[in-house]
């Protein structure tokens, strides 16, 4: 919170891993896990996927024929295939599987996995925990120079990837191994935070330390001030060849290869009420009021659950919701704690802009987001360039929910953008 | 159970710095007490009585204004009480009643909530209420005039006029020192210079201000004065005279830094106070007021969408 001195930037830190944190408590899947796959996007194809279907752990689950699944993290039947809306319009398929008591390994990446290659990585592990982006990775069109595992967490208070890297280091170094030869990639570059980046040298790979100050884990910051590249607005890291991936999604490919069987539960932070934090494991696809129940944190009315941390993660609107392969965070917020939203106009007090890490515009581009005015945003007030980190709006004296207004019109944009090239 | 709980779900961050518009004005109307306290001590009840009005006048346009238009009710932020104070420090203790009720309309109806209300203002509403009221009542505004009658211990002359008709040989025994400590005549809360700085170096600790725009317009007026000072040391006062006499400091901590009509980034920032600084000067050494600052800062509210358009290049853009 500000502090008596507010001349100062909050300097809001990443956590950083305590030296000897107990390792994450195992949550027990519940009798049932529920996976969100992609799609169908418009598509009217029905789903490749009945009720009563016996799924083995494991086992790739493709709806709709194209490129996306989901990884059966239990061995059971189906009980339920339904449409779930997420945000922005974002459209999944709920796949609801019900846990047999015996449990059958699903053996075709067992029989797939002799040598590393785009072949075995793609059609298995993409859903891994840490959901390792291969599908870019494993593009022969378009080549990468750089991997770069990210061994830092991107919200504060999130201990997910510290842990992974410092307790998995030997599957980080076989994931990297794997990688290197499947994508042929040469140059690896690992993150972690400033002061503990020296404990990784026995992994292989260039170490970087990331600035403890909350944005530098971004991949456009880290590109910015460790590679002294700026991604050019509207682009992404793998633009310019660059590939940020999880630390526990390379842990993940390297631990597949060592066992022959797909990884199938996820490490995440849970972040009780009063903002502490432990590691807790889970099967991908527990519903988070599971893992809330088991560590005694009673959901009340009037709560928020965020999927992620304080600054950028996901309200669900229903404890029922499933830990997914990318949930590195879980958090409960009271409403009492939780940041309020006013109607107050901009002030012009300029802290945003002070704050900003892509040096924009804040206090004047809220004012073209308050009228919808979203095109002369992107063209005038570089919309693009922000990396959404939600530093504006926690510095915001008026309380102006910028980050949601950016999203929106980031969102608004990506919708009708298409459309009218279509049109041109 | 969990399953009937009504959840609320809303966007990131979830988390805020706590900042409120409220807190940035009780700080303003604190770091702007000592010197307003001090004047009541100088000129007694009257200027009690002003600031008072002031105060409590601009609350109730503020109200008056909201409820005719529409608008939420708005009083509650501070931020018309503030403006109410600072416009009352900078009248004479013998400003008349309708003096000041025209002058916090000015401030607070003409030149803020016509505009849009809060952050929504183009130029310091303090200022364009002030600017008004020297134009309208030059007697009133005229402080050799309207403390006439006040018995003061030190010479009663308002120096920057006296500069202005005599040149620097009828200021030329002043010490600084007692500048600093309120033995001038002026505005009711624009003499103690000590009061007036420490409030503004609190209100830049706490990041109300931003520290570019008093320092910069500080520096402004004490390199014009310099170079004035230097041409002609006889008709041209020295920059501390300047920086300690006059409407400067309340300017330079109070009225230039007002969010709404001021600048964002660093070098817009420097550039408005530098602006500011000069003008003020100029007007006091050519001009044909004893003391421009009103007019300065709206010049350089003038400006201030055009520099603040100097601005850094955001991340990743190319062109």
């Known amino acids: ?424 | 159970m969990l399953e009937h709980q009504k959840l609320i779900v809303s966007h990131a961050p979830f988390w805020h710095n706590g900042s409120r518009v409220t807190d940035r004005s009780r700080q303003i109307f604190l770091a702007a007490l000592p010197a307003a306290l001090f004047g009541v001590y100088q000129y007694g009840l009257s200027a009690l009585g002003v600031l008072a009005l002031s105060v409590s006048s601009s609350v109730l346009w503020e109200l008056a204004f909201t409820r005719v238009a529409g608008r939420p009710v708005s009083v509650g932020d501070g931020t018309a009480a503030v403006i109410g104070l600072l416009l009352g420090m900078m009248l004479p203790a013998a400003m008349p009643w309708w003096g000041v009720l025209t002058g916090t309309f000015l401030a607070v109806v003409v030149a803020r909530q016509i505009y849009g209300g809060i952050g929504a203002n183009p130029f310091n509403p303090v200022a364009v209420a002030l600017a008004i009221l020297m134009l309208s009542w030059k007697g009133r505004m005229d402080f050799d005039a309207a403390l006439v009658n006040y018995p003061f211990d030190f010479p009663a002359v308002y120096y920057l006029t006296a500069v202005k008709a005599f040149g620097t040989g009828a200021v030329g025994n002043i010490s600084f020192g007692d500048l600093l400590l309120g033995r001038q005549i002026g505005g009711i809360g624009c003499t103690f210079g000590l009061g007036l700085i420490l409030g503004g170096v609190y209100l830049i600790a706490r990041g109300v201000i931003r520290w570019e725009i008093p320092l910069s317009m500080l520096a402004g007026v004490a390199v014009t004065a310099f170079v004035f000072n230097q041409v002609d040391p006889a008709k041209f006062a020295p920059p501390a005279f300047h920086l300690l006499t006059g409407y400067t400091l309340i300017g330079a901590f109070f009225l230039a830094p007002e969010d709404s009509s001021s600048p964002v980034n660093f070098m817009p920032m420097l550039i408005y106070g530098a602006v500011i600084g000069s003008v003020v000067v100029f007007i006091r050494d050519v001009g044909v007021f004893a003391d421009g600052l009103p007019y300065a800062v709206l010049v350089g509210n003038l400006v201030q969408p055009l520099v603040d358009k100097i601005r850094p290049k955001a991340l990743g853009k190319v062109v």
């Not at chain 1, 993290?73 to 019900?98: K, L, M, N, S, W």
């Not at chain 1, 690896?188 to 403890?212: C, F, M, N, S």
């Not at chain 1, 996901?314 to 309020?340: I, N």
């Not at chain 1, 073209?368 to 979203?374: P, R, V």
């Open chain 1, 1 to 424: 919170m500000k502090t008596f001195f507010g001349l100062g930037k909050p300097g809001l830190r990443y956590a950083t891993l305590p030296p000897r944190l107990a390792g994450p408590e195992v949550v027990p899947a519940g009798t049932s896990v529920t996976l969100l796959h992609p799609g169908p996007a418009g598509r009217r194809t029905p789903a490749a996927l009945k009720m009563g279907e016996t799924v083995k752990t494991g086992q790739r689950l493709s709806l709709y024929g194209g490129a996306d699944y989901v990884i059966a993290p239990v061995t059971g039947t189906v009980a339920a295939v339904a449409p779930f809306a997420g945000d922005f319009g974002r459209e999944a398929t709920a796949i609801t599987i019900t846990a047999a008591s015996l449990e059958a390994i699903d053996d075709q990446f067992a029989d797939a996995r002799r040598e590393p290659s785009p072949e075995t990585l793609r059609p298995f592990l993409a859903a891994a925990p840490g959901l390792p982006p291969l599908e870019r990775l494993c593009d022969p069109k378009r080549p990468l120079k750089t991997l770069v595992v990210c061994g830092v967490d991107q919200d504060l208070l999130v201990l997910t990837q510290q842990h992974v890297l410092r307790a998995r280091s030997h599957e980080v170094a076989n994931g990297i191994r794997v990688l290197k030869q499947a994508a042929g990639i040469d140059d690896v570059v690992i993150l972690a935070l400033k002061e503990t980046v020296q404990g990784y040298g026995h992994i292989g790979g260039r170490l970087l330390g990331v600035d403890p100050v909350y944005p530098s884990a971004h991949p456009s910051l880290v590109m910015h001030q460790l590679f002294g590249r700026e991604v050019p607005a509207g682009q992404t890291p793998e633009d310019l060849g660059f590939c940020f991936m999880r630390a526990e999604a390379v842990a993940a490919v390297g631990a597949a290869f060592e066992t022959g069987r797909v990884p199938v539960t996820k490490v995440l932070t849970l972040i009780a009420r009063d903002g502490s934090a432990r590691l807790v494991e889970t099967l991908i696809g527990t519903r988070v009021g599971d893992i809330f129940e088991r560590h005694g944190i009673a959901v009340v009315a009037g709560d928020r659950i965020v999927f992620g941390g304080p600054m950028r993660g996901r309200a669900a609107y229903s404890p029922d919701q499933p830990v997914q392969p990318d949930t590195d965070a879980v958090m409960v917020l009271g409403a009492a704690s939780a940041a309020e939203v006013s109607e107050y106009p901009c002030v012009n007090c300029g802290e945003c802009v002070r704050i900003c890490p892509a040096r924009m515009q804040v206090n004047l581009l809220v004012r073209y987001l308050e009228a919808g005015k979203y095109e002369d945003a992107a063209e005038s007030y570089d919309l693009d360039a922000c990396v959404e980190c939600g530093l504006c709006a926690y510095v915001c004296v008026s309380k102006i929910p910028i980050l949601q207004y950016i999203a929106l019109a980031k969102h608004e944009l990506a919708r009708v953008r298409p459309t009218e090239d279509a049109n041109a």
